[in-house]
């Protein structure tokens, strides 16, 4: 190897700028090996490594951290309490109805009001429980949208001899209010908000009375919330 390893491995310079050296070197010695002639060119080169060592760079502060956790607090028993979820239910008996559309809102909440004061926000959730009669939210203010809409229930489903039902065993009506009822459904959701149904301006919660001689209807109301 050349140069001699002896002349390299006491300096503290990286192994890439040690082969660097030697090419250096190198060219050096064969340049001025005629004038100095091959032993002073030898003799010379040590001189070229004689310089003092690099000092190795300054050595940074250690920072010890000085972040520390937060510690959670526990919520007090009253506020836990006063968040936890609660119900109540009531079972809301309608009149009977002639048939039609009937906006039963005010039936409704008088039978329900102490209950759902009771409640920051939360769900109302209504179920009727009969298969020829429905539930329905629409138009509460102008009563020719309920006429408007037994008109097309009317139509858009047959009644009479000449429909194509079998099931006729409870009247003419029965099987068409079956029908009706299954297109508007039988329950519905509504959200609660400081005590009170959160209904927009214009709408209304209808019970659809699809028979011709109607017995009073029950609606199971479920509150839950906070």
Same mark, same amino acid.
């Given at each position: 190897?050349? %140069?001699?390893?002896? &002349?390299?491995?006491? $300096?503290?310079? !990286? #192994? /890439? $700028?040690?082969?660097?050296? /030697? /090419?250096? $070197?190198?060219?050096?010695?064969?340049?001025? =090996?005629?004038?100095?002639?091959?032993?002073?060119?030898?003799?010379?080169?040590?001189?070229?490594?004689?310089?003092?060592?690099?000092?190795?760079? %300054?050595? #940074?502060?250690?920072?010890?951290?000085?972040?520390?956790?937060?510690?959670?607090?526990?919520?007090?028993?009253?506020?836990?309490?006063?968040?936890?979820?609660?119900?109540?239910?009531?079972?809301?008996?309608? %009149?009977?109805?002639?048939?039609?559309?009937?906006?039963?809102?005010?039936?409704?909440? @008088?039978?329900? +009001?102490?209950? $759902?004061?009771?409640?920051?926000?939360g769900l109302a959730? #209504?179920?009727?429980?009969?298969?020829?009669?429905?539930?329905?939210?629409?138009?509460?203010?102008?009563?020719?949208?309920?006429?408007?809409? +037994?008109? #097309?229930?009317? @139509?858009?489903? %047959? +009644?009479?001899?000449?429909?194509? &039902?079998?099931? *006729?065993?409870?009247? !003419?009506?029965?099987?068409?209010a079956h029908i009706? =009822?299954?297109?508007?459904?039988?329950?519905?959701?509504? !959200?609660? *908000?400081?005590?009170?149904?959160?209904?927009?301006? &214009?709408?209304?919660? &209808?019970? /659809? +009375?699809?028979?011709?001689?109607?017995?009073? @209807?029950?609606?199971?109301?479920?509150?839950?919330?906070?």
């Open positions: 190897m050349w %140069p001699p390893k002896a &002349w390299l491995s006491g $300096l503290p310079i !990286p #192994f /890439c $700028l040690r082969i660097s050296a /030697c /090419c250096i $070197l190198t060219a050096i010695i064969i340049k001025y =090996s005629d004038s100095l002639g091959f032993r002073g060119a030898m003799q010379a080169a040590p001189a070229l490594f004689s310089a003092k060592p690099l000092a190795p760079p %300054p050595a #940074f502060p250690r920072v010890r951290s000085q972040y520390k956790p937060a510690v959670s607090v526990p919520s007090t028993i009253s506020t836990s309490e006063s968040m936890a979820a609660k119900w109540a239910q009531k079972t809301v008996v309608i %009149p009977p109805q002639r048939r039609g559309c009937h906006l039963v809102t005010s039936k409704i909440t @008088r039978e329900i +009001e102490q209950d $759902l004061s009771g409640f920051k926000c959730h #209504f179920f009727l429980q009969h298969t020829s009669a429905s539930l329905t939210i629409n138009e509460n203010y102008d009563s020719d949208v309920q006429d408007d809409t +037994e008109t #097309f229930l009317n @139509r858009i489903v %047959p +009644e009479g001899r000449s429909a194509p &039902w079998k099931h *006729t065993i409870e009247g !003419p009506d029965d099987m068409p009706k =009822s299954s297109m508007f459904g039988c329950a519905l959701t509504i !959200p609660i *908000t400081d005590g009170r149904l959160n209904m927009g301006t &214009w709408q209304g919660i &209808w019970l /659809c +009375e699809h028979r011709d001689h109607a017995t009073p @209807r029950k609606i199971v109301v479920t509150l839950n919330g906070i």
